[in-house]
């Protein structure tokens, strides 16, 4: 057989077997960009959290540090979907960028505003939390576009830990954000009672603990994420008791930390 010939025969078995490439590789791609886009929403919940508690403890420059990290997070997962498929999702990604800048600028802004002059006018507060409410509807928008241009669907544990993460940060946000209130002014947070929100999630982690295809690493994995939430449990109760922002915002990162590391092992393991 000549060159030429092998290499037409090489050319039209490449071309036959393309459109049969391996599914895992093919799934990898939306797997990936639905995790970068929940690991984006993450930090930009925290960065609205990170700033409450700049508020409330007074400018605290370690909690201006955790905003510039939170911020250059969510940037860095947001570049990592520039090649996302589907028309729709690239137009909410569109969009999603520019909101994001809008945010963005307005909390460094703000960060700015506490450091050199010690506080900050309300509505612009309560405006930045209105705008990380609307980044937070639109990048879901984005996550059911993504599973429904690709395809592809995020395995059902996996996404219920997603989901517990997003809830633990909301928690997070909202108690941060009673602490920080001024005077009796509530400059932010869930429009749900934060009572609901701690119920909820002891409600879905007993259940994520209970789950069949859990092994013994995974539940040992569970069991260490629920001695964390029972030791701020009761202090998210009563929060107009005995209110903590710092353990509560130290405590929950850790407890993210370790649902995310459940999540991936879910992610793994297809469950």
Do not use: C
């Not at 639905?34 to 605290?60: A, I, V």
């Not at 937070?136 to 395995?155: A, D, N, R």
């Not at 929060?239 to 995310?260: C, R």
């Amino acid at each position: 057989m000549s060159s030429r010939t092998l290499v037409i025969a090489l050319s039209a078995l490449l071309a036959i077997a393309l459109p049969f490439a391996s599914p895992a590789s093919q799934a990898a791609e939306p797997a990936e960009d639905l995790l970068q886009l929940h690991q984006l929403r993450l930090s930009m919940q925290k960065s609205l959290g990170d700033f409450y508690m700049l508020n409330s403890m007074e400018g605290d420059q370690r909690y201006a540090r955790m905003i510039n990290e939170s911020l250059t997070q969510a940037q860095s997962h947001l570049n990592a979907l520039k090649a996302i498929p589907g028309q729709d999702s690239q137009s909410l990604r569109a969009q999603l960028e520019q909101d994001w800048d809008g945010y963005k600028n307005a909390l460094i802004a703000l960060t700015e505003a506490l450091r050199t002059q010690g506080y900050t006018d309300l509505q612009p507060v309560a405006d930045l939390a209105e705008s990380n409410e609307q980044l937070m509807g639109l990048s879901q928008e984005l996550y059911s576009k993504l599973q429904q241009e690709s395809g592809y669907s995020v395995p059902p544990l996996t996404q219920r830990s997603r989901e517990q993460s997003q809830l633990m940060q909301a928690i997070t946000v909202d108690y941060a954000a009673r602490s920080a209130s001024v005077g009796a002014t509530f400059i932010g947070g869930d429009a749900r009672p934060i009572e609901e929100l701690v119920k909820e999630f002891a409600s879905k982690m007993t259940s994520l603990e209970r789950a069949p295809q859990n092994n013994a690493a995974l539940r040992q994995s569970w069991d260490s994420v629920n001695t964390k939430w029972r030791y701020i449990e009761k202090s998210l109760i009563n929060y107009n008791e005995n209110s903590v922002p710092f353990l509560v915002h130290k405590y929950s990162a850790t407890i993210i930390q370790g649902i995310e590391e459940i999540a991936a092992q879910y992610a793994a393991a297809t469950l």
